[in-house]
């Protein structure tokens, strides 16, 4: 049964960057639409950004949020069963706890947000932090 584990969090500046990783184990994290969500303190946990590798070679980048567009991007390492999310030019109300979630049924449509992710495997974060 798949796990995933994120990792790569931490404290930058504004206008700086990060790369998280979302790493797979005990299924092979390619066939999996993987969702990146984050929760701003005080708010609801929000996904910004669906990524099913398979896909790729036919634009697997399905969805990415308004608010993350042209910032942050996603790419795969098919070896290590690993997801990439880099961000670049973060903003302070980029901060939060950002979580990865993989479906196996889920194909990263533009609604893909509007359902349910409860049956998915999620990780347990990891903290971003955004401030000078």
């Known amino acids: 049964q798949l796990q995933v584990v994120e990792s790569g969090g931490g404290l930058v500046q504004p206008g700086g960057s990060l790369r998280l990783s979302c790493v797979g184990s005990?299924?092979?994290?390619?066939?999996?639409?993987v969702g990146w969500f984050r929760q701003a303190p005080g708010k609801e946990r929000e996904g910004f950004l669906c990524f099913r590798g398979i896909d790729a070679v036919y634009d697997g980048t399905k969805y990415i949020a308004d608010s993350v567009k042209g910032r942050f991007t996603v790419s795969k390492d098919v070896g290590k069963n690993t997801v990439y999310l880099e961000m670049i030019s973060l903003k302070p109300e980029d901060t939060g706890v950002y979580y990865c979630?993989?479906?196996?049924?889920?194909?990263?449509?533009?609604?893909?947000?509007?359902?349910?992710?409860?049956?998915?495997?999620w990780g347990r974060g990891t903290q971003v932090t955004v401030s000078s």
């Open positions: 979630a993989a479906d196996q049924f889920f194909r990263c449509s533009s609604s893909v947000f509007k359902e349910p992710w409860s049956s998915a495997t």
């Open positions: 005990g299924d092979t994290l390619d066939y999996y639409a």
